[in-house]
């Protein structure tokens, strides 16, 4: 096993000198919020600054996560930019602009959370912040996603009752999603990250197996939600307190995917092998098959999977063969 996976480093994530060069499937991370909570006194605490000084401190970090990201890796960053002197901060449009103009993402799409238990804003002409935003950026057009793992049920769509036979089962919930804000063990850490929207984009932007970052791990419910789903994981926290917080939360969980075990010594995969194997829809292993996504054997009419090649696969590290 490499040395810097699955392990919390207590440091700023300026400079990730312990991860390679493109090691990463999958950064997911809420960076503090500009001086509305107290983190720590440490000068390379960026929830110590706000505005514009904000953003020129977080630059290269997202800098450290564009050089650790394998080509389709994916960048989720969880944001609300707080109120400054009655006005939205300059960060809500800094921080993307920088990051594609001065970085070199791709704005891919951006997610919006919903809160419906946040607490009323203290000040006297504004309404409460109940949405935070999921900028997603891609390092390059090769992102991989699997938005299968995004689907609801026609009962979740509030279309149950609509007596049409084509609705499918499952559709596209869409890039907004409501979700209560954490209040379990809230006092040990000053803005704990809810579990589900981890696992949210984890499931959506990575594959059990794939490695999984978060820059500003805090109590570790990334890492925590990564282990729980099979993958590997890397944080950085600078607050000691929270690292080891951190490291005792992804300590207690246990992976999920306990089917891997029976199909480790499986030289070949059946398709029900792989859904289980691979967290991925049927539907979506049939379209990644057609187009040449995944690498797959035909024995007659089925399709048998090399396990090995899979694992590579599931890495990252298997490309398709040229066509002759």
């Known amino acids: 096993m490499e040395t810097f996976l699955n392990r919390v480093f207590c440091k700023s994530s300026a400079e990730m000198s312990e991860i390679p060069d493109e090691a990463v499937n999958l950064v997911f991370t809420s960076p503090p919020y500009e001086k509305l909570k107290h983190y720590s006194d440490n000068s390379e605490d960026l929830g110590n600054y706000q505005g514009a000084e904000f953003v020129v401190r977080l630059k ?74 999921l900028w997603h950026f891609a390092k390059s057009a090769d992102f991989y996603v699997d938005k299968a793992a995004l689907r609801i049920t026609a009962e979740q769509a509030d279309i149950v009752d609509q007596p049409d036979e084509s609705i499918p089962a499952v559709k596209d919930s869409g890039n ?59 944080g950085y926290e600078l607050n000691p307190a929270y690292a080891e917080l951190a490291k005792g939360n992804y300590e207690e969980v246990h992976t999920i995917p306990d089917v891997h075990l029976s199909l480790q010594n499986k030289k070949w995969l ?32 089925l399709n048998r999977f090399d396990k090995d090649e899979i694992d590579r696969w599931m890495r990252g590290e298997w490309k398709a063969p040229a066509e002759k």
């Open 60 to 133: 290269p970090v997202l800098a450290e996560c564009f050089r650790v990201l394998k080509p389709a890796g994916n960048l989720f960053l969880n944001f609300q930019a707080p109120h400054l002197d009655g006005f939205v901060s300059p960060s809500e449009y800094l921080i993307p602009r920088m990051a594609i103009e001065d970085i070199g993402f791709f704005h891919v799409q951006t997610h919006y959370w919903f809160k419906p238990n946040v607490m009323p804003m203290p000040a006297a002409k504004v309404v409460k912040g109940a949405v935070e935003l």
């Open 176 to 234: 907004a999603f409501f979700e209560r804000t954490a209040q379990e063990r809230q006092g040990v850490h000053p803005a704990k990250m809810p579990l589900p929207v981890a696992e949210r984009f984890i499931l959506y932007g990575s594959r059990p197996g794939m490695v999984v970052l978060d820059p500003f791990c805090g109590s570790g419910t990334t890492l925590a939600a990564a282990r729980k789903h099979g993958r590997g994981f890397i």
């Open 270 to 301: 059946t398709m029900d092998d792989m859904v289980l194997y691979s967290s991925v829809a049927k539907a979506t292993l049939y379209s990644m098959i057609s187009n040449g996504e995944i690498p797959v054997h035909k024995a007659g009419r």
